[in-house]
Each structure stands twice: as C-alpha cells, then as structure tokens.
C-alpha cells in the first residue's frame, strides 16, 4: 500500500511495558496491533514501547484511548499511551533545561511525558520537593530530570511526584527522545 504523506506522524509512547518481566509486548506483535487499527507505516524502536507510525486520526485523545483498549484486549493488561506529534517532539528537545549547560551528561537525563499539563496546583507543590542532587524541571506536559548519580537509584520518588501530578505519564532518556524525533523527521520526509 503507498504511503499517504497527508497523515500526520505521531510519536506513541507506552508506559511501563517490557520492565522487569512486566507487562511483556513483542514488538513485531506491537507494530501488528498498530496495523490493526489502521495506523500506517508503524517502526518500534527498542523494547520499550516507543511506536512512530501515521494515522488518519486527528484527535489525539481518541487515539490514545483506541490504542490502550486494543492493547488490553490484545496482551491483557491495560497501560497509559501518551502520544507526541514531531513538532510537539522538536519542543521538548528545544525546551530542554539542560541543554547548554557543559557539566551535564545528556546520558543522565530522562524526560517523563505527562498525559496531561498537570496544572498550577501540581507545578506548585512539585517545585517545593527537595530532590538535590537531582534536578528536575516541569514545563507544560514534560517533565526534566537529571541524575547526578544513578538513574537507579535516584533520591527522589517518581511515585509521590506522579501522586502529586495527577496524570499518568512516561519516562524516556534523552537518547531515546532524539532518536525518536529523528524516526519521525524520516518518516515525515518520507
């Protein structure tokens, strides 16, 4: 089937699949489920639920939720999907807090892609944490962090920054968030 330049390239973002044995997704069968629904021109990229494809769909909402039902009614498990279009993508990466600081190792630094902007209630209470030596920076529907030491074993929590958020929401290192954009940026020249 030709490609139809004409639909958008979005960027989908699964959470927590293929972790620790977790929530297990083949991606041959990920980008299978995804041709299901009539996505076209699907790529994977790693194990760790990062799909680039085109779609007809313009309400991103609506894409979102089809894609978490499929996958619950494929695999048995439900899990959020956040979704990105390129432009949204370029933003993140020309947003990002840490960009020209030398001392930074880009390798240490994750962004958590929120469903939703979490508002200024949430904003207020996540910049009083404490997270030295972390740094962490909420702007619109990302989230930056850097870890000083290990990405493992960092000092603060994930968990009471998401309770705190109040909207689901996924993290991807900085390689992988360029890579992404680069996996689009082809498939948009396509």
């Not at 600081?101 to 240490?108: A, G, H, K, L």
């Given at each position: 089937m030709p490609t139809d330049v004409s639909q958008p390239v979005v960027i989908c973002l699964l959470r927590g699949v293929n972790l620790g044995g977790h929530n297990k997704v083949k991606m041959e069968a990920l980008r299978a489920l995804c041709e299901s629904l009539g996505l076209r021109d699907v790529q994977t990229y790693l194990q760790s639920g990062?799909?680039?494809?085109?779609?007809?769909?313009?309400?991103?909402a609506r894409l979102s939720r089809l894609i978490e039902d499929a996958i619950e009614k494929e695999f048995g498990?439900?899990?959020?999907?956040v979704l990105r279009t390129?432009?949204?993508?370029?933003?993140?990466i020309a947003r990002n807090p840490f960009a020209k600081?030398?001392?930074?190792?880009?390798?240490?630094v994750l962004v958590t892609f929120l469903a939703a902007d979490p508002g200024p209630e949430a904003r207020e209470k996540v910049s009083k944490i404490d997270t030295q030596p972390e740094e962490l920076y909420l702007d619109g529907r990302e989230?930056?962090?850097?870890f000083v030491g290990s990405m493992a074993r960092p000092k603060?929590?994930?968990?009471?920054?998401?309770?705190?958020?109040?909207?689901?929401?996924?993290?991807?290192?900085w390689n992988t968030v360029r890579k992404l954009l680069e996996i689009a940026d082809k498939l948009e020249g396509a």
């Open positions: 990062n799909v680039v494809f085109r779609t007809k769909e313009r309400d991103l498990f439900r899990t959020d999907v390129p432009a949204e993508l370029r933003g993140v600081r030398r001392d930074i190792d880009p390798s240490r989230f930056y962090m850097y603060i929590s994930w968990m009471a920054i998401a309770k705190m958020l109040k909207t689901p929401g996924t993290g991807r290192n």
